[in-house]
């Protein structure tokens, strides 16, 4: 049966997958992808700083808000994180570790997602008051700053604390892969209950030349490569059935992972226990575990997973994969303790997280159709102010928290009301706040997919242009007609339908969610139907933003 | 001084460098062409058809009246197809375009390109903020997003 099993989860693994799987397993794959990504950061930088400052003639115009944001999004719903997996900050940042102690624990009042809301809010403002989407330069000086913060953070601090606390792109995709269809995860765990190691969070220490089981084959055949560790994970699976199935199921950073004799601390840290590591004397780590503190054991879903795959490169009994699954199985799993996150019903800041973003959505696209003009020229000569960025901050603070606490908190009263019970307000928002994910993945791809879908072959000519400008005119002259991939009359169908997969989805999970606390079908509709509604309400915000002409102004007042 | 800090130092110098010399962005290069936009029809410039009138002078002041005239419509913001049509000269220096369409309400850039007999070519580039666009409350626009 175990066997069985095995068999099924391998072949829903994208490890398994021949070229992707192989690429995936190689041990410089991440740092390879990065460094594309590296090279085209270059790029963006040099031509936002010194490039023609017009966004459609500018790699820093095109690049991040046309094809980068298209990418994202349709990766994540159709893999999952790809963005974090091949982030070019995270290369200066490795510099960084090498260079400074990085010893020093997050401080504590801010191990949460406050930061990073707060920084997301700034962004999402800023994008509109300074028109960023309009300036190659300032697009340049956000990816400048995005560099040197990864820098200095990951610099000072333990960990991937930038991206677990500070980076709001890296938020946007932490949530949202939470519906994608992978996931970093362990393949038996029965393996894991008896490893005696647990790489995946320590890291492997060793010689450079470690004689691991995962290297110790140099055949290319990889069913002799694999002899070694197919023995040993036999070894370990009869063994695990001996013992207690979840005996090391408890994060290894608690009280199983004190410093044996003959082995000195390398990283002492009470707050941050998961990293306290114990290293043998005379060796050194030649594979990082989980810099974000996800104990592939306990692991659960993808909140707060880079899919850096580290986890992958350091498990000695290749145990981990990235598997396929249902996109909505992760809101049967909100009560379980997610390790390196907490409970996900008792976390208001990733909510409050959940819901900016599923407002956000819906607020970044309305400031790009007309009738948004309409009301900031009425809210300024009401206000009588005449500071675009005050409005737009005024706008900002109303859509994305005055609105959505006011509905967030109606939805949750209205909830309780119809079914009962003593949970509070915030703990029913908290664990209704994922079931809109969906529909927010929903409009962003309707969104940015929307730019994608127009302005894909527009970096052709900019490219061409760029090259010409350095008197390499190799690619020919821009061919300035080039823009869309698909017919037009395509867009809107095409966003209503990603619009309405969201929607869907959204109730599922809203379903889900509230049958895992209600006795019954009937108990759990009603105890939806709040949530339901604004569900129901945001899909038909979103298709009249879709339909709605667009429009863009650097300029709205005056 | 070990390879990392090697790197880092590198690292840190092409940091400071894209700092000091990003302190502003670069000038707009104007070209030897003076154009100014005499007219646009309808006014106030709006979604839909157009017709710009231009006068295009050298940078003696001169009328331009022997160059082919190309008018490139663009956006402020990257990603959409841009307008890209022909003029007709109406002599001294006058030049209206054939078959203009502000596709989308907002900011645009008129790229004027000129292609002398000689074969040298010049561009200037004109902002024309605040193209009039059309609101319609849950209706379907009869009229396309962006691109043509």
């Known amino acids: 049966m175990a066997v069985l099993r095995n068999q099924q989860t391998r072949q829903r693994d994208l490890l398994n997958v021949p070229v992707v799987g192989r690429f995936l397993r190689w041990k410089h794959a991440r740092t390879s992808m990065q460094a594309v990504l590296l090279a085209v950061s270059a790029l ?20 991040p808000w046309v094809h980068w944001r298209g990418f994202v999004v349709l990766a994540l719903l159709i893999a999952g ?33 406050w930061l990073a809301i707060g920084v997301l809010l700034v962004f999402f403002w800023a994008y509109e008051a ?50 994608s269809p992978l996931e970093v995860k362990v393949r038996q765990p029965d393996i894991c209950g008896s490893c005696p190691t647990k790489d995946c969070i320590k890291g492997r220490y060793g010689p450079v030349a470690e004689p691991s089981l995962r290297h110790s084959g140099t055949s290319r055949n990889p069913d002799e490569r694999d002899k070694p560790r197919q023995a040993q994970v036999s ?105 390196g996150v907490g409970t996900l019903v008792k976390r208001a800041d990733v909510a409050a997280l959940v ?64 079914v009962g019970g003593n949970e509070t307000l915030a703990a029913t928002a908290t664990r209704f706040s994922f079931a809109f994910i ?62 309405e997969l969201g929607v869907l989805v959204s109730l599922t999970a809203g379903y889900r969610i509230a049958r895992s606390r209600q006795s019954s079908a009937a108990r759990a509709i009603r105890c939806l139907l709040p949530w339901a509604v604004l569900i129901v309400a945001l899909f038909f915000t979103g298709a009249w933003l879709m339909t709605q002409p667009m429009e863009m102004r650097g300029t709205i007042l005056g | 001084m070990n390879f990392a800090r090697t790197t880092c130092v590198i690292f840190i110098a092409i940091l400071g460098a894209l700092v000091l010399s990003a302190c502003g962005p670069r000038a707009e290069q104007g070209g030897n062409l003076d154009v100014t936009v005499l007219s646009i029809s309808p006014e106030p410039a709006a979604v839909g058809d157009a017709v710009i009138t231009l006068q295009v002078r050298d940078i003696a002041g001169n009328p331009v009246s022997d160059a082919t005239i190309l008018v490139k419509g663009t956006m402020t913001h990257a990603g959409m197809q841009p307008v890209i049509v022909g003029t007709e000269a109406r002599g001294a220096g006058k030049y209206v375009t054939e078959g203009f369409r502000f596709t989308m309400g907002g900011d645009w850039v008129i790229i004027v390109r000129a292609t002398f007999a000689n074969g040298a070519t010049a561009e200037r580039r004109i902002d024309l903020k605040g193209v009039q666009g059309e609101i319609k409350m849950g209706m379907k626009s009869d009229k396309p997003k962006d691109g043509n």
């Open chain 1, 438 to 499: 969906p529909i927010a993945l929903g409009m962003w791809l309707a969104h940015y997919g929307f730019h994608f879908l127009i302005g894909a072959l527009t970096v052709i000519p900019v490219m061409q242009s760029f090259l010409a400008d350095f008197g390499v005119p190799i690619l020919g002259d821009p061919q300035w007609e080039l823009a869309a991939i698909v017919p037009e009359a395509w867009l809107v169908p095409l966003e209503l339908l990603l619009l």
């Open chain 1, 81 to 113: 994180n790809l963005f974090c997996m091949a982030c070019p900050f995270m290369l200066p940042r490795r510099l960084a570790k090498k260079l400074f102690p990085a010893d020093r624990p997050w401080p504590t009042f801010i191990r949460s997602k």
């Open chain 1, 130 to 179: 300074f028109d960023l989407w309009a300036s190659p330069w300032l697009t340049a000086w956000v990816a400048l700053t995005y560099f040197v913060a990864a820098f200095a953070i990951d610099g000072i601090f333990k960990g991937a604390a930038f991206c677990k606390y500070v980076c709001p792109i890296g938020q946007f995709h932490f949530v949202h892969s939470m519906v």
């Open chain 1, 355 to 418: 819901f900016v973003l599923v407002f956000a959505a819906f607020v970044n696209a309305f400031g790009m159709v007309a009738p948004v003009y309409v009301l900031e020229q009425w809210l300024a000569t009401q206000l009588g102010v005449t500071s675009e960025p005050v409005v737009l901050g005024i706008l900002f603070i109303v859509g994305l928290v005055a609105l959505p606490f006011v509905l967030v908190t109606a939805a949750a009263w209205s909830s309780r009301a119809l």
């Open chain 1, 235 to 339: 070894h370990l699976l009869r063994h695990s059935r001996e013992s207690s199935p979840r005996a090391g199921a408890r994060n290894p950073s608690s009280d199983e992972q004190r410093p044996q004799a003959g082995m000195r601390e390398v990283t002492k840290s009470p707050s941050q226990p998961a990293r306290s590591v114990a290293m043998p004397a005379g060796l050194q780590l030649v594979q990082s575990g989980c810099e974000l503190w996800l104990f592939q054991e306990g692991k659960v879903g993808n909140m707060d997973c880079t899919f850096c795959l580290d986890c992958i490169q350091a498990c000695p009994f290749d145990n981990v994969g990235i598997q396929l699954r249902a996109p909505t199985s992760e809101f049967r799993r909100l009560d379980q303790w997610h390790s």
């Open chain 1, 44 to 63: 963006i930088l040099y031509d936002g700083f010194w490039g023609p400052q017009l966004a459609p003639k500018n790699l820093a115009g095109v690049l």
